[in-house]
């Protein structure tokens, strides 16, 4: 996600440094004029902005040296922009450390996967001081098709995991959907378009009911990648006290994806998982 988001930055005219936790990956951002990064210090002596595309709270707390000292030093002035998905906690206690240290900090976790990354389309739902907030919409802009304000920081993320919770129970029907039509012989292609002309046709719909029926598991959206956000969801739904039905589902479903060895496919292969339980009834 984070290259083709900082390629459009490029493509736009933003002036970048770049880092990567994995350096052979800065490369292409290179060939288009992006400063390629030693280390994390080295972004942060020379930005005044610095967008964080990280896997976990954890990496992100390594890459800002938050246990120690140079913690200080590295947000001091500085515009932090968290596009990542952590927990909404940890966001919270985040901004908290960063604004006692003279920082500002805005969440703005993106819903989308990789294709909607390259073309620019991403929704961003920012959060943070209103102030702040506005001063990084036109930053942002050339990675996303909508820019949504939510209000006060962890707002962002809870706002996310909502699409999210949609978007995954969906997913999941739709290879439940195409499973049930396959066992039940049914013309695959005539399902597609009877879906594509329905009520519930969304470009989701449309990119992922193509990927089952073919059957193509080239992740956009790892079966891991949506585990941890199954995960997250499940997590701040039961720290809210809220029932969560589907996504307790999905996180079974998705579990036994990842333990069939589909983990790295795409989200669609949790069809695998479906298929194995009906085995399990023949």
């Known amino acids: 996600m984070g290259e083709p988001m900082a390629l459009n930055l490029a493509h ?7 880092w990567n936790r994995t350096p052979s990956k800065s490369g292409i951002l290179a060939k288009v004029g992006a400063s390629v990064a030693k280390d994390p210090a080295e972004v942060f002596a020379n930005c005044e902005v610095v967008i964080l595309m990280l896997v976990s709270g954890g990496v992100t707390d390594e ?6 000292h140079a913690f200080a030093d590295r947000v001091k002035g500085r515009t932090l922009i968290n596009m990542a998905t952590p927990a909404p906690g940890y966001s919270k206690s985040l901004e908290a450390d960063i604004r006692a240290h003279g920082g500002r900090y805005v969440e703005a976790p ?3 996967s990789r294709k909607p990354a390259e073309d620019g389309r991403l929704v961003a739902m920012l959060a943070g001081n209103p102030e702040d907030v506005a001063s990084v919409r036109s930053l942002l802009a050339p990675m996303c098709r909508a820019l949504v304000d939510c209000g006060p920081v962890p707002n962002g993320l809870q706002m996310k995991l909502a699409v999210n919770l949609f978007m995954i129970a969906m997913v999941t029907g739709l290879a439940e ?3 049930f039509a396959q066992r039940n012989g049914l013309d695959l292609a005539q399902l597609l378009a009877i879906l594509d002309a329905s009520p519930m046709a969304s470009d989701v719909s449309r990119v992922k009911a193509a ?3 073919a059957p193509d598991f080239a992740a956009q959206a790892s079966i891991s ?11 701040a739904a039961r720290d809210a006290g809220i029932a969560s039905p589907l996504i307790d589902v999905c996180q079974a479903l998705y579990g036994e994806a990842k333990a069939l060895g589909s983990g790295r496919d795409d989200m669609v292969a949790v069809i695998r998982a479906i298929e194995r339980r009906t085995a399990r009834l023949a």
């Open 12 to 18: 736009a005219g933003t002036p970048l440094y770049v």
């Open 63 to 68: 890459v800002l040296s938050r246990a120690n």
């Open 110 to 112: 993106v819903s989308g």
């Open 177 to 179: 959907a195409v499973h």
């Open 211 to 213: 990927k089952l029926i």
């Open 225 to 235: 990648n949506v585990q941890e956000n199954v995960r997250l969801i499940a997590t």
